[in-house]
């Protein structure tokens, strides 16, 4: 189930134009290769929030002199 880029109706796989508004829904192939892009997206974003905890706690016991 997918939908509709336009006007946002719920549709079956394999729906070529939206029942609703008559849009033209993206093909398989631009879908898949979408939800790839998401995956390597969330899959780095993972990765950078991991470095950023562990920069977060090999800096927690470092304190910086005060300004005086």
């Not at 796989?13 to 390597?40: K, S, T, V, Y």
């Amino acid at each position: 189930m997918g939908f509709c880029i336009n006007c946002g109706q719920q549709y079956q796989d394999g729906i070529r134009f939206c029942r609703l508004c008559g849009n033209q829904q993206p093909g398989d192939q631009l879908l898949m290769r979408l939800r790839q892009e998401a995956e390597q997206i969330h899959y780095m974003r993972l990765q950078m929030q991991a470095a950023q905890q562990q920069y977060a706690a090999n800096n927690q016991f470092q304190q910086q002199p005060p300004r005086w």
